[in-house]
Each structure stands twice: as structure tokens, then as C-alpha cells.
């Protein structure tokens, strides 16, 4: 997005300076590496870590294949258990075969899935967030690790949510500097009168987790959902790739629903197609809330504010831009003529 006059490029480079942090502040920003290609200050050049349960919707599909297709490296899985989908083993194993299938499809750079355990954290009796017990997940422990290992004060890491919100609570619990390495966007909850609200769909999964990762961490709610029906209709199964990957496809597009809030793909696509986000609005935690033991906190507008909420999407982009991956050969490592 370019900037039109001084007033929207001053507020262009303050939005982006407040969501990468300070340690972008103390030099000018390069419009070649520093400005977003799009709504939101992160985009496909970001590595991501996926956080979620069941994959029952496009949402691992997108991430596979924008880290094969000029998106978002795919840096980490972690696979986790929620009211939604209870079993781990089940969840894992819906992850692997869609790993092992990307990558017997030729695919690079898709990592293993790992499991994550760990409980809904507690909300201390002080409040305080830095007393907080830690469960000291895996998954936590991977976006440590991953973010100490690839995050740039320019280029945080993605950590994609699809269902609560435990792992990357635990991993600031684990380590402080995370807050500085990790940018959280996640398919949660819904808008709201004042703006948004951390409820169902995934935010009354882990409330004092909503609750840590608003005060302390840069994040984004996409609660703007859309058919996913309409990314892969029916007539183009026919077209798609004669791969592994391609019967999986075939495989779960009959069982992908229509019902907007089950489709976690949002989350992935925020960041890795940039024209998917077409609007969006600084937020922050409302002050005059008090912890809710049964949901999240409501998102305010806030000039400034560390977090975003997603207001308008085009729904259309994701299946204009899923059926030019799948028709790509380049995407699974085949040269073009």
C-alpha cells in the first residue's frame, strides 16, 4: 500500500512502528523492507508458527502451500487439544497426513508437526500476570525457540492461531523477550458495538490467555469470517493436482462447511494474502473491564494501540488465489516450461 500526502504517511509509519515495536523506532523506515504489502504491518515475508487443533477446514492447507508459493515460510506446527476437537493423537494425526502428503507431493520446508499439552492457564489470585503459573508446553517452547532463532526487529514471527490461545501465553510466561520476536494473529471470536470481543469461536477457550496476550504481546483478531465453501467449489475437483496432496484435497472438500466461524483459515490468510484484509483498525483491551473467568476481554479503538482488529475482508481472494496454487506446478517443485 503506498501512502497519498504526509498525513497518511505519518500515520502509515506509526501504525507500523507500533505493532513492530520500539526496536524499530530509532531508524527510518525502507520503504523496501520495512512498509507492509497490505492492511496489516505483517505479510507473507513473515515466518509463521501454526497454533491449532483439528485442521477441519483449509486453514493447514493455506499455510502448506503459501510456504511453497512465494507466502509465508512455514517455520513450526504445533498441534494442541480443545473442547472443539478433544483428542491430541486425532489432531496429530489429521497434521501428519497432511504433512506427509505435502511433502511425498514434492513440497519443501514443511516441518513436523509436534503435540502441545498444556491446560488453560490460571489466572492468579493477585492478578498479576507475571505470577502467572506456566505450563512449559512444547508448543511454547518451540515459538521460544523459533522466534530467538529467525525473528528480526523488522520481520517478527507469526504465530497463527486457529484455536486458543494457551501456547503463546505460556511461551511469554517462559520468556519475556518474546513479546519483542511475536506478532499473534488468530480466527477468534466476533465483533462487537465498541469494536470486538474475544468470545466464541476459541476465545472463551483460554480467557486469562486472551487476557496475557492483549496486555503483553502484538496481536491481531481476524473475527471477520466468510464461506469456505466458496474457495473450492465442487466443479474444480477435477482440476486439481494428480498428487498426494491433491487426493487429500478431494478427499476433505466435501466435509469443509459453510458455516463461517468454523473456518480458521482466516487467520493464515491475513497474513499470507495480503488483498485478504482490506480493512482494519488499531485496538487495545478495554480499561474498564475486569477479568471475565468465561471469555476474553472486549477490543476498543485505540490510536496507538498494540493490537489490531480486522473490520472487512474480501472473500473472494482465497479461492482466486488457493486454485492458483494448486494449479502451479512451481508450487510442488516442478520446473515450468
Sequence with gaps: ???????????????????????????????????????????????????????????????????????????????????????????????????????ASGMRGIPDPIGSLGPPLVRPASGDIDETPANGSDGARLIVDV???????????????????????????????????????????????????????NGELDPWADWIVTQRLRYVQVSTYYDATLDLPSSELTNLPKNPLGELVGRLQPNITSVPTENDQVAILAVGLPDFVVAAEQVERDPALTFDPNMGPELVPASGGRAWLVTEIDQNAPGVRLQQMLHDPSTFGEKTQ
Design 147 to 201: 522466534s530467538a532463532r529467525l525473528a528480526t526487529p523488522i520481520r517478527p514471527v507469526v504465530v497463527v492461531a486457529g484455536g486458543r490461545l494457551t501456547d503463546v501465553a505460556d511461551a511469554y510466561l517462559l520468556d519475556h523477550a518474546v513479546a519483542d520476536r511475536v506478532v499473534v494473529t488468530a480466527a477468534l471470536g466476533s465483533s462487537s458495538p465498541s469494536g470486538g470481543v474475544m468470545g466464541a469461536p
Design 1 to 103: 500500500m503506498s501512502c497519498f500526502g504526509a498525513t497518511r504517511c505519518t500515520w502509515w509509519r506509526a501504525a507500523v512502528l507500533a505493532l513492530l515495536g520500539p526496536a524499530c523506532q530509532s531508524r527510518t523506515l525502507d520503504a523496501g523492507k520495512d512498509v507492509p504489502h497490505g492492511v496489516l504491518p505483517v505479510d507473507e515475508r513473515n515466518p509463521v508458527i501454526l497454533s491449532n487443533d483439528g485442521t477441519g477446514n483449509w486453514y493447514g492447507l493455506y499455510a502448506v502451500l503459501f510456504s511453497n508459493a512465494g507466502g509465508p515460510p512455514l517455520a513450526g506446527i504445533a498441534v494442541n487439544a480443545s473442547s472443539y476437537a478433544t483428542n491430541l493423537d486425532d489432531n496429530l494425526a489429521v497434521w501428519d497426513e497432511l504433512v506427509a502428503a505435502a511433502q
